[in-house]
């Protein structure tokens, strides 16, 4: 079936017809749009600028509800930017979730990987034929064009041409660095959550892989037992307000200025780490064990990114930071391997976390940071396709809600 056919049922004065094509990478959903979206034009940055200010209502239609929720991750194909459109990239993507259109998103980048081997027609996808194939090791190349810069994806290919679920993708990050390391964050009253018992700072670490990322150990943000014991609400509260925390004070400002669009106030994620969990597997694991023998140690985290939003993936572009983190602290030499889980990888035997590694150090950045290339591999799997529809009488219109913050 062609997805960008109406269903066979009628609908009266349907105005749009969205098709979609949705997978999951270690239980992370990727809403891949390649069009129904308005017209973007100009550079990706450009093109980012307009979906945010003329289109927000388009995101949140395929974000929140009634056909997506408040956890919901998407994908718009851009088939031409200015780094396309030179020849540096096979094709470009814009990041979409709960609250806008972020930078960087690994987890998309490995689903994107499979479908954009699997997708056939050129007009999703116009440089598809130029992707380079290599039988020796059985992969695919191609050069996904991100708001944060370039990204060499690899993608284990079968004979027949298609993508092999069997075998991780993996991808080489945009250069990546340590931005602040434990670094005291004073936290005036109005920012203390009740389980920092009135302490008036925390100590966390800072790292950008693409967007940037605030690392801070579960016991530190007042939860004694890690995250074995998981209170969502708590944890919720406390990563919310410690955001506010770093946004909010002016001398924290260097953690939260993206280098690549300037932005300021941008801290995409909290992640909530916890050096004591590893990975909860049995001895029929798949993809779980293939790549944990390969990772020397393992860490879980619990991200919170964007409007609060939980990724169920160890977060591919935070394993960038993190690793870039974990270098700069003498603790991962280059080509190191690290298993990053999520509380998805974790709980569920069969999937993976990602593995994270140095690739190698990059140029310093304008910023003067010394900067390292990571690889990330994880596995994406397809879950469906479908095909959005909005009735021209649909007092909702061309838009979606969120219930959490109409509740609020
Ligand atoms: O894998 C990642 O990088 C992401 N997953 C959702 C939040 C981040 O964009």
């Given at each position: 079936m062609d997805p960008s056919k109406l269903p066979p049922f009628q609908i009266n004065g349907a105005t749009k017809s969205i098709p979609s094509v949705e997978m999951h990478t270690a239980g992370e959903p990727t809403r891949i749009i390649?069009?129904?979206f308005p017209e973007l034009k100009g550079t990706l940055l450009e093109q980012r600028a307009q979906a945010k200010s003329h289109f927000d209502h388009f995101r949140r239609l395929l974000?929140?509800?009634?056909?997506?929720?408040?956890d919901m991750y998407g994908a718009i194909l851009r088939p031409h930017t200015e780094l396309v459109d030179a020849g540096h990239a096979d094709i470009g993507v814009l990041f979409t979730h709960n609250e806008g259109f972020s930078t960087m998103c690994g987890h998309a980048t490995i689903a994107l990987g499979r479908f954009l081997v699997d997708v056939v027609d050129t007009a999703i996808?116009?440089?598809?034929?130029?992707l380079r194939h290599d039988t020796i090791s059985g992969t695919t190349r191609l050069t996904l064009h991100v708001p944060c810069g370039l990204v060499e994806v690899s993608v284990p290919t079968l004979p027949t041409g298609s993508s092999d679920p069997s075998r991780p993708v993996s991808f080489v990050s945009v250069p990546s660095f340590a931005t602040a390391i434990s670094l005291r964050i004073p936290l005036a009253p109005q920012y203390?959550?009740?389980?920092?018992?009135?302490?008036d700072s925390v100590t966390a670490d800072f790292a950008y892989g693409g967007a940037y990322y605030c690392m801070v150990s579960a016991e530190e943000l007042?939860?004694?037992?890690?995250?074995?014991?998981?209170?969502v609400q708590k944890m919720d509260h406390a990563t919310k307000l410690l955001k506010e925390a770093v946004v909010g004070n002016a001398e924290l400002e260097y953690l939260t200025r993206?280098?690549?669009?300037?932005?300021?106030?941008?801290?995409?994620g909290i992640m909530i780490t916890d050096g004591r969990l590893g990975h909860v597997h049995s001895s029929d694991d798949s993809a779980g064990v293939h790549a944990q023998r390969d990772a020397s140690s393992e860490e879980t985290g619990l991200c919170f990114f964007a409007n609060q939003q939980i990724d169920r993936s160890p977060t591919g572009g935070c394993v960038a930071a993190r690793v870039a983190l974990a270098h700069a602290k003498g603790a991962l030499a280059v080509g190191e391997k690290r298993m990053y889980n999520s509380l998805v990888s974790r709980a569920y035997k069969g999937l993976s976390g990602f593995i994270g590694s140095v690739a190698g150090e990059a140029d310093t950045n304008s910023k003067g940071q010394q900067s390292v290339r990571v690889n990330v591999e994880g596995c994406g799997y397809y879950t469906g396709y479908h095909s959005f529809v909005v009735e021209?009488?649909?007092?909702?219109?061309?838009d979606g809600f969120s219930m959490r913050d109409l509740a609020l």
């Amino acid at each position: 079936m062609d997805p960008s056919k109406l269903p066979p049922f009628q609908i009266n004065g349907a105005t749009k017809s969205i098709p979609s094509v949705e997978m999951h990478t270690a239980g992370e959903p990727t809403r891949i749009i390649w069009m129904g979206f308005p017209e973007l034009k100009g550079t990706l940055l450009e093109q980012r600028a307009q979906a945010k200010s003329h289109f927000d209502h388009f995101r949140r239609l395929l974000m929140l509800e009634p056909r997506g929720h408040f956890d919901m991750y998407g994908a718009i194909l851009r088939p031409h930017t200015e780094l396309v459109d030179a020849g540096h990239a096979d094709i470009g993507v814009l990041f979409t979730h709960n609250e806008g259109f972020s930078t960087m998103c690994g987890h998309a980048t490995i689903a994107l990987g499979r479908f954009l081997v699997d997708v056939v027609d050129t007009a999703i996808f116009p440089r598809r034929h130029q992707l380079r194939h290599d039988t020796i090791s059985g992969t695919t190349r191609l050069t996904l064009h991100v708001p944060c810069g370039l990204v060499e994806v690899s993608v284990p290919t079968l004979p027949t041409g298609s993508s092999d679920p069997s075998r991780p993708v993996s991808f080489v990050s945009v250069p990546s660095f340590a931005t602040a390391i434990s670094l005291r964050i004073p936290l005036a009253p109005q920012y203390r959550w009740p389980e920092v018992k009135g302490r008036d700072s925390v100590t966390a670490d800072f790292a950008y892989g693409g967007a940037y990322y605030c690392m801070v150990s579960a016991e530190e943000l007042g939860f004694p037992r890690g995250l074995a014991e998981i209170d969502v609400q708590k944890m919720d509260h406390a990563t919310k307000l410690l955001k506010e925390a770093v946004v909010g004070n002016a001398e924290l400002e260097y953690l939260t200025r993206d280098i690549i669009t300037g932005e300021e106030g941008f801290l995409y994620g909290i992640m909530i780490t916890d050096g004591r969990l590893g990975h909860v597997h049995s001895s029929d694991d798949s993809a779980g064990v293939h790549a944990q023998r390969d990772a020397s140690s393992e860490e879980t985290g619990l991200c919170f990114f964007a409007n609060q939003q939980i990724d169920r993936s160890p977060t591919g572009g935070c394993v960038a930071a993190r690793v870039a983190l974990a270098h700069a602290k003498g603790a991962l030499a280059v080509g190191e391997k690290r298993m990053y889980n999520s509380l998805v990888s974790r709980a569920y035997k069969g999937l993976s976390g990602f593995i994270g590694s140095v690739a190698g150090e990059a140029d310093t950045n304008s910023k003067g940071q010394q900067s390292v290339r990571v690889n990330v591999e994880g596995c994406g799997y397809y879950t469906g396709y479908h095909s959005f529809v909005v009735e021209k009488d649909d007092g909702l219109g061309v838009d979606g809600f969120s219930m959490r913050d109409l509740a609020l």
